[in-house]
């Protein structure tokens, strides 16, 4: 795993055999970060990682310079890595070992950027829009994005502003255009 760029750009993080996940690709990460590049400002977004995995998404932000990270995912290996991982590379990423769905039905926080890397395979993917909607997760204008197989279509969403694909991963955009 790389980051891409910002402070510790070309880093190369080993990642362990034994996590079980599905890093996105670099091209595809690339791909999404040039994308961002014209709707944020990196600073100044608080930022949620759903599914979080190696956290290479939130080492992404935090190499970046956003400053208020928080990455969800259920696996207890995954979520040692990434605070190990942010400790070495002084980046200040808070973790929270549950399952998404649970956090999202208790969180009661607003996010400007919420970013979701479930299974391919999960049949529920549609369930995270509509609890980050639902909850109303996001503040104004805020982007949620999520990630998934070609096989998935979420154009029919509330919110739904692009999809963009790159090989076998798909990124859909969702934007919170309600006033707060």
Known sequence: MRIINGTHKGRVVKVPK?????????????GLFNILNNKINYEETKVLDLFSGTGHISLEFASRGSRSILSVDKHFKCVGFLKATSKELKFEIDTIKSDVFDFLKKCNQKFDLIF?????????????????????????????IIEHGPRTNLETLPGFVQKRSYGNVNFSFFENTQNS
């Open 116 to 144: 979701a890397d479930p299974p391919y395979e999960m049949e529920n993917i549609p369930t995270i829009h509509q609890l980050v909607f639902d909850k109303q997760l996001l503040n104004e204008n805020g982007i949620l």
């Open 18 to 30: 034994d996590l079980p996940v599905r890093p996105t690709t670099d091209f595809a990460k690339e």
